[in-house]
Nanobody
Framework: AQLAESGGGLAQPGGSLRLSCAASGFTFGHHAMGWFRQAPGKEREFVAAITYLGTSTYYSDSVKGRFTVSRDNTKNTLYLQMDGLKPEDSADYFC?????????????????WGQGTQVTVSS
């Protein structure tokens, strides 16, 4: 199984970025998916998750109302639309595939992980 993130980069405060995560080697549509992030010197933290059909989404309090998670099961791709970016959003962002169809904020619920894409928010 492979997960490959893309779309990271430099954004100004208040700006937007859209992350993508291309999945292969497993049945993408059978798994809930999540986004996590890790800033230097900090633990990896939950950002957002989406159920296997995309009917339900979940967000951390820090990104709720600014970030939107979505998926296209026909393209085996997960997305994270990030609007209203803040400097504290700077981190490496990782997508992950859950062990089953239920979304979770718990890292241990995820079986496959991508390598991450870096997001930097700075003026």
């Amino acid at each position: 199984a492979q997960l490959a993130e893309s779309g990271g980069g430099l954004a100004q405060p208040g700006g937007s970025l859209r992350l993508s995560c291309a999945a292969s080697g497993f049945t993408f549509g059978h798994h809930a998916m999540g986004w996590f992030r890790q800033a230097p010197g900090k633990e990896r933290e939950f950002v957002a998750a989406i159920t296997y059909l995309g009917t339900s989404t979940y967000y951390s309090d820090s990104v709720k109302g600014r970030f939107t998670v979505s998926r296209d099961n026909t393209k085996n791709t997960l997305y994270l639309q990030m609007d209203g970016l803040k400097p504290e959003d700077s981190a490496d962002y990782f997508c992950a595939a859950a062990r089953g169809s239920y979304a979770s904020s718990d890292r241990s619920a995820y079986r496959y992980w991508g390598q991450g894409t870096q997001v930097t928010v700075s003026s």
